[in-house]
């Protein structure tokens, strides 16, 4: 009898990687959420803008020496005028959202904030000229219906966070359009070091403002925001590096879980019904989009 050839070892370290990505996209949210529950935490205690600086200043500490090791090209850009229109629209972001955390519950904000696929489809479409077909367009006002259904105006109270989050999400989409234009330029070290190097300088003028001096435990939460924010970032770029899109994106629902887990134990607070239909509805219509996205980018790269 013929002994069977061996198995090819090629799909058990294709399953490997995606558990390893899964995982790593899972701890990755957790500890962005816990990050965030963090945010809302120290908001209510000093001021957005000061929170805001805080946790750049600990980002910028923590991946300083990862930025150091690739010597003087982590600080060489080509388009620095595009650097700065980054660096501005992330700082605007983060400080729309630190204020909207300080008046809404983190688990309904990270629901609404699914939305940021949607307007960066949006923003592609008019600053990069993509072509959408009918299907992307669908997805995109079933998205925007999971917002009504989360904010339902006219029914519910529109609260002022709710806003704040809506305008987050809308300038997010642009940092993330100039994101994608500079990656084709710049290293993707440049990309960290000048976005870190911007939040620090363009929070430090509102927090300025605002200032008030920090006790210890404030001072340590703002740190520890930083800290796990860009672990987060780390872990959520190694998972998206071992696996396709098609199976880490689908894991990043579980923001919303973490969200609501940790913002119940630290607040009491559980987002309502709507907020879970409206966030799920947001999300499987992001989810299409990102996957289309991801299909059609291969059938380029394979024709090419």
């Not at 990270?110 to 307007?119: H, Y």
Request: charged share 10%; net charge positive.
């Amino acid at each position: 009898m013929d002994t069977p050839p061996p198995a090819s070892p090629e799909p058990q370290r294709k399953v490997a990687g995606s558990t390893t990505a899964i995982l790593l996209m899972v701890a990755s949210t957790g500890l962005l959420s816990t990050a965030h529950v963090a945010a809302r935490w120290l908001t209510q205690e000093v001021h957005p803008f000061e929170a805001a600086f805080f946790r750049n200043v600990a980002a910028l500490l923590f991946i300083t020496p990862l930025v150091l090791r690739h010597g003087r090209a982590a600080f060489r850009s080509k388009r620095p005028g595009m650097q700065a229109v980054r660096g501005i629209s992330g700082v605007v972001t983060m400080l729309l959202w630190y204020m909207s955390l300080s008046v809404m519950p983190v688990a309904e904000a990270t629901a609404i904030s699914f939305s940021v696929v949607i307007f960066t489809t949006i923003a592609a479409i008019l600053f990069l000229g993509e072509r959408v077909g009918l299907r992307r367009w669908s997805a995109i006002l079933v998205g925007f219906l999971g917002m009504l259904i989360i904010i339902r105006p006219g029914i519910a109270n529109v609260g002022a966070g709710a806003g704040l989050v809506l305008a987050c999400t809308c300038i997010w989409a642009i940092s993330i359009i100039t994101t994608k234009i500079l990656s084709r330029h710049d290293l993707s070290v440049v990309l960290v070091f000048y976005s870190s190097v911007y939040a620090v300088v363009f929070t430090a003028i509102p927090a300025a403002l605002v200032w008030t001096t920090p006790t210890l435990p404030q001072l340590a939460v703002g740190l520890l925001m930083g800290v796990l924010a860009s672990t987060s970032m780390i872990l959520g770029t190694e998972a998206m590096k071992r696996a396709d899109a098609s199976v880490v994106m689908p894991v990043d629902f579980t923001r919303l879980i973490w969200a609501a887990a940790i913002g119940f134990l630290a607040f009491g607070e559980f987002p309502d019904l709507w907020s879970w239909v409206g966030g799920t509805i947001i999300f499987a219509s992001t989810l299409y989009i990102t996957l289309r996205e991801s299909r059609a980018r291969k059938a380029r790269s394979g024709s090419a």
